[in-house]
């Protein structure tokens, strides 16, 4: 059995974080789920689930499980702390208010993670094309703020999400995306007639609009040329396998939880 496959922030190591977007390589799961997915709520078998997780966890050097929750392409803020499980509350920001591991399941939707190396807090954003229109992100360094913190101290990893190569909307949720933040006009474009979203590089416009330095924004979507729908071999994809496929989960954790 391969090793768990995963992309590691090396701008959250640098301040003390661990972030970590998962990959497919290196789990136990069955065709359509194959290899290592890691969410229980798409029809895999949740034994099998579990034990990609904790293969996958060990893989990574986290300390625990990270907290989970039901996500609903919105905005709410789940607090967290201690050990992490998977809660069933709805919420699509993970907020550690203790830097234990926070998660988000993704595949397609954008994958945020936030740290607060000054004090110690981080979170997990979950931005679909709903969420990015809300502006997830600016609702979870809201919440950093409002415990303390600088959204100037602030750095943030965007993971791998679908690109602008495959991501096609219909015309309303590209006017929608178009006016959700000062300069997200750029990244909705017309080819042939069809309309196509960068979320990754809204999120980095957002993360920047309410307040985060440029070089504290990692955008590794667009660093290293991903797109979850191209890239098979590296990717679940719900557009490309619908429901009934795999999961990636994107944590956020300090090193050295309190
Ligand atoms: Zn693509």
């Known amino acids: 059995m391969p090793e768990p496959s995963f992309i590691r922030s090396q701008l959250l190591a640098t301040h003390g974080f661990q972030g970590i977007f998962s990959l497919r390589k290196g789990g136990f ?3 359509p789920f194959d290899d290592l997915n890691l969410a229980d709520n798409t029809g895999d078998n949740p034994a099998i689930v579990e034990k990609n997780l904790q293969y996958f966890i060990r893989a990574a050097g986290l300390n ?3 907290h989970r929750a039901e996500q609903t392409h919105g905005h709410r803020v789940l607090k967290c702390h201690g050990t992490g499980t998977m809660h069933r509350q709805k919420a699509d920001i993970l907020f550690s208010e203790d830097g ?3 998660a988000v399941r993704v595949a397609d939707c954008t994958p945020v993670l936030i740290a607060d190396p000054v004090h ?3 979170a997990a954003v979950h ?3 709903r969420g990015t229109a809300q502006s997830v992100v600016e609702h979870a360094v809201r919440a950093l703020q409002n415990s303390g913190g600088n959204a100037e101290e602030f750095v943030a990893s965007i993971g791998p999400c679908i690109g602008v ?3 096609e909307i219909g015309a309303e949720a590209a006017d929608t995306l178009r006016t959700c933040c000062n300069g997200a006009e750029d990244y909705v474009v017309q080819r042939k007639g069809k309309q196509f979203v960068d979320l990754a590089a809204i999120n980095a416009l957002q993360l ?3 307040g985060l330095q440029s070089e504290r924004i990692e955008n590794i979507a667009e660093q290293q040329h991903t797109c ?3 890239q098979a071999n590296q990717f679940f994809s719900y557009r490309r396998d619908g429901q009934r496929s795999g999961r990636h989960l994107a944590i956020v954790a300090s090193k050295t939880p309190a």
């Open 29 to 31: 799961s069955q065709p």
């Open 64 to 66: 625990c499980p990270p």
């Open 100 to 102: 234990t591991p926070v």
């Open 120 to 122: 110690g807090r981080c």
């Open 127 to 129: 931005a679909g094309w």
């Open 165 to 167: 190569c495959c991501f």
């Open 208 to 210: 920047h609009n309410c």
């Open 228 to 230: 979850t729908c191209c």
